[in-house]
C-alpha cells in the first residue's frame, strides 16, 4: 500500500510569491494534518482536516490556508511568502482520532 | 509553544550501548507518542502509550509514562547504527483533538 505522499519535495520560492503543496493520504483515511518544522525544532501544528471540514488550525497568520477534496486528499496554501517561511512541512494521514498518524517524507520549502 | 521537552538535546553512543531519552509535558494528556526522523526527511511513528498505561514494549523499545510528573521516556536497548536519528516525543490532549504537540527532540548519534 501507499504511504503519504507529498508533492512537489523540494521547491524555491522568492519572497512575496504564493506556494501550493500537495498531499495524498493513505487510502480509507479521511484525516489529515498539516505541520511545519523548522529546522532545529519539532513539527509546529498547522491545520487537521476532518472529511473535509477543518477540525483544528494552529497559531499559523491568515496567510495559511488549506482545505480537503472529495477524495481526501489536501492543499496547504500560503500566500505572500516571507523568508521566515522557510521549512519542512509535513502531512500527516490518520484513519481515527488522535491516534496511528502516517506522515509523509515532507516538502522542504527554501524563500529566497 | 511546545507541549514537550526531550532530555537531553543530542546523545552520542557507542554501537550495542543503550539510549535513554526523556520528555516532560505541560498539560494532561490522552497519550503520547514517539517518533523517529531521519536527516530532516518524515516522521515515522515508533509507539503509543495511553495515558492509563505505565510501561509499553516493541521490540528493542521501551517506553514509561509518568502521568503523575507529567514525564516519558524512551529506551533503546542494543543500540545499532541505524537507530541514529532524531526522536520526538509528540502529545494528544483528548482523543478529539487530532493535533499532535512535539517537543524539540533528541539527536542521537550511534557510533560504530
Known amino acids: 500500500d501507499a504511504g503519504v505522499t507529498q508533492s512537489p519535495t523540494h521547491l524555491i520560492k522568492t519572497r512575496g510569491q504564493h506556494v501550493t503543496l500537495r498531499c495524498s493520504p493513505i487510502?480509507?483515511?479521511?484525516?489529515v494534518s498539516w505541520y511545519q518544522q523548522v529546522l532545529g525544532q519539532g513539527p509546529q501544528f498547522i491545520f487537521q482536516?476532518?472529511?473535509?471540514?477543518?477540525?483544528g488550525r494552529g497559531n499559523f497568520p491568515d496567510r495559511f490556508s488549506a482545505r480537503q477534496f472529495p477524495n481526501y486528499s489536501s492543499e496547504l496554501n500560503v500566500n505572500a511568502l516571507l523568508l521566515g517561511d522557510s521549512a519542512l512541512y509535513l502531512c500527516a494521514s490518520s484513519s481515527q482520532g488522535g491516534y496511528g498518524y502516517t506522515f509523509g517524507s515532507g516538502t522542504r520549502l527554501t524563500v529566497v | 509553544s511546545q507541549q514537550g521537552e526531550e532530555d537531553p538535546q543530542a546523545l552520542s553512543i557507542q554501537e550495542g550501548e543503550n539510549a535513554t531519552m526523556n520528555c516532560s509535558y505541560k498539560t494532561s494528556i490522552n497519550n503520547l507518542q514517539w517518533y523517529r526522523q531521519n536527516s530532516g526527511r518524515g516522521l515515522v511513528h515508533l509507539i503509543l502509550i495511553r495515558s492509563n498505561e505505565r510501561e509499553k514494549h516493541s521490540g528493542r523499545l521501551r517506553v514509561t509514562l509518568d502521568t503523575s510528573k507529567k514525564s516519558s521516556s524512551l529506551l533503546i536497548t542494543a543500540s545499532r547504527a541505524a537507530d541514529t536519528a532524531s526522536y520526538f516525543c509528540?502529545?494528544?490532549?483528548?482523543?478529539?483533538?487530532?493535533?499532535?504537540?512535539f517537543g524539540a527532540g533528541t539527536t542521537v548519534t550511534v557510533r560504530a
Open positions: 487510502s480509507g483515511h479521511k484525516s
Open positions: 482536516y476532518y472529511e473535509k471540514e477543518e477540525r
Open positions: 509528540a502529545t494528544v490532549v483528548s482523543f478529539n483533538d487530532y493535533k499532535l504537540s
